[in-house]
């Protein structure tokens, strides 16, 4: 028969357009730099569960490019994710393994465990050889307990108490490592991550703005975000801003009427199945 | 970044059984099943890794990015394996660093691979963790199918093979010890190439270059279990005070026949060397009311 044989649809990454790229640079384009979260990001172990924190500063360059970005992911109801990197890539692989965790939990009928999701996250890491520029500090409260890890873009993982990731990461360490003790109450937890995030915020450029927070604990999860507010704008004008008709020139006009180009059939087949 | 594929040129017809039987070896317990099996291992573990790994990096090989990402984790390190009367003390410091900065200060870089072999990891932290990984995967299914504890040698070899196949992508060196029926206590390093060799005992990791010094004049045969602990926790302590990507704790593990034994050695309760002082007046001690107990594992 002279039937067109169907090739089966690839997968993968499509090449086509590298050699455009290409020849855009050559002709002097300046590729837009990724937005980075430059990030402070904490999670600490207390008596009950977990506690997350993160600033809320996304740059491009030196520009913020999102004053209220959020980098506390859902992951599982019980367990979330703060990620520090490029911001494409941290929402990308907390996305994909969520997806993940929810198929794996209707086909176990089980709520997820922390240590799946880190297995899935450390896997997909490594094979990407660090490329895939997301740092991550994921934590969680399933049934074997309270669990916190970090997780580096070439696919290593440490199991910690405390842990902080990103640009402001040592300023953020510096609060831990003097404040923290084993067996901190909510309280005290919420507000010694809010005050390792403000660290980050007040002492590292890539990090700013707003505090959110995200407290895990056995059965309950509660996401503050923007539990703190440290960066207010400090002058808005009272009067407002009004914009004159008039104060903007006009060059030229012209007036182009829309043409309908598709006839409207009244009546026609009802849809059938 | 350099063409990584240059490690998967090996044949893997050219299984060479002969590699399970290296000199020494006198057990005529070794049947060939079991050699068969880690033949046919070698080869799972071969496609596994090699295809997978192989056609993602062809990939980024081709559209390169060049991306400033921060130093990968590594562990600086320094690793110890002993062999005594009656089974291996395994050593390591906690270091755990990203370019200058101390990722972890607390790590554990002794990991288990059966109940009876464990792993000293140095190097690339990511490389040595899915290696760890990919080989305690191996070992639990080999025990299943031989019906008894995996030996030494078998583990060793499963991590050389790795390292060796995948040696121009992995950055892993590594010490395993263990005890088994057979052989008794045994020591395997298997260094950044993938050599294996079978040692009394090895060193490695940034911080074994100030030791070997000290081994060659403190290592003796036929060691007490108390001996060989109080030499490798001297000697990560002369190690770390030298080197800077050396540091934290020690952490140490013994195995012999009646199963493993960890024990934790924290900073206060390490000599101090020729120049290191006491911490006086420390915020440490002056802000926190009362002295933290040591985080269990």
């Not at chain 1, 491009?60 to 999102?66: F, H, L, S």
């Not at chain 1, 993940?100 to 999701?117: F, I, K, P």
């Not at chain 2, 020494?24 to 080869?43: I, M, N, R, T």
């Amino acid at each position: 028969m002279g039937r067109m044989t169907e090739l089966p649809t690839k997968g993968g990454f499509s090449f086509d357009l590298c050699t455009r790229n290409d020849m855009l640079l050559k002709n002097g384009l300046q590729m837009p730099p990724f937005r980075k979260t430059g990030t402070t990001i904490v999670g600490l172990v207390f008596q009950d569960g977990v506690v997350l924190g993160a600033d809320t500063r996304a740059t491009e360059g030196p520009i913020v490019a999102d004053k209220n970005f959020e980098k506390i992911h859902f992951m599982a109801p019980n367990i979330y994710c703060c990620g520090a990197g490029t911001a494409a890539d941290t929402e990308a692989v907390t996305d994909m393994v969520s997806s993940q965790l929810q198929l794996h939990r209707y086909a176990t009928g089980r709520e997820s465990r922390v240590v799946t999701a880190l297995t899935l996250l450390k896997s997909h890491l490594f094979s990407y050889q660090g490329h895939v520029s997301a740092a991550l500090v994921l934590g969680g409260f399933d049934v074997t307990g309270p669990h916190l890890h970090t997780v580096y873009p070439h696919g290593s993982t440490d199991t910690l108490p405390f842990a902080t990731m990103g640009s402001g990461s040592l300023a953020a360490m510096s609060v831990f490592e003097s404040k923290y003790r084993e067996g901190l109450t909510r309280e005290e937890g919420i507000e010694l991550v809010a005050e390792a995030i403000c660290a980050g915020i007040f002492n590292d450029l890539g990090s700013g703005s707003n505090v959110d927070v995200c407290v895990i604990t056995e059965g309950k999860t509660e996401y503050l975000r923007n539990y703190q507010l440290p960066n207010p704008r400090t002058y808005i004008s009272s009067k407002g801003y009004t914009f004159v008709k008039g104060q903007t020139e006009v060059l030229s006009t012209k007036i182009t009427s829309i043409q309908p180009k598709v006839e409207a059939v009244e009546g026609g087949d009802a849809m059938e199945e | 970044m350099e063409n990584k594929l240059s490690g998967f040129g090996l044949d893997p017809t050219g299984v060479e059984r002969r590699t399970f039987l290296e000199e020494g070896e006198s057990s005529p317990k070794q049947s060939l099943y079991s050699l068969s099996l880690s033949a046919s291992l070698y080869l799972a573990c071969f496609h596994l890794l090699s295809l997978k790994l192989g056609f993602i990096l062809l990939l980024l090989s081709i559209y390169k990015m060049d991306l400033d990402l921060s130093a990968p984790h590594s562990t600086g390190t320094t690793i110890i394996g002993v062999t005594y009367n009656g089974g291996v003390v395994l050593g390591a410091d906690s270091r755990t660093s990203t370019g200058m900065y101390v990722a972890n200060r607390a790590s554990d870089k002794i990991t288990e691979l059966t109940d009876n072999v464990y792993v000293c990891r140095s190097g690339s932290a990511a490389d040595t963790q899915v290696i760890s990984d990919y080989v305690r995967y191996f070992l639990h299914q080999h025990t299943i199918q031989l019906g008894q504890p995996a030996t030494v040698k078998v583990a060793a070899n499963l991590v050389r093979l790795l390292s060796y196949q995948n040696k121009n992508m992995l950055q892993a060196g590594v010490i395993v010890g263990g005890w088994d029926k057979y052989e008794g206590g045994q020591i395997y390093s298997v260094p950044l190439g993938g050599t294996i060799l079978r040692q009394p005992f090895s060193i490695g990791g940034s911080g074994s270059s100030y030791l070997y010094g000290f081994f060659d004049q403190a290592w003796k045969e036929d060691m007490t279990h108390e001996e060989a602990e109080q030499l490798v926790v001297k000697a990560a302590s002369l190690a770390m005070a030298r080197d800077g990507a050396s540091g934290g704790v020690v952490r140490t593990v013994t195995i012999n026949a009646e199963g493993v034994t960890r024990k934790f050695y924290g900073g206060d309760t390490l000599p101090l060397w020729h120049d290191e002082l006491e911490p006086t007046n420390s915020l440490l001690d002056l802000l926190s009311s009362s002295v933290p107990e040591p985080m269990s594992t």
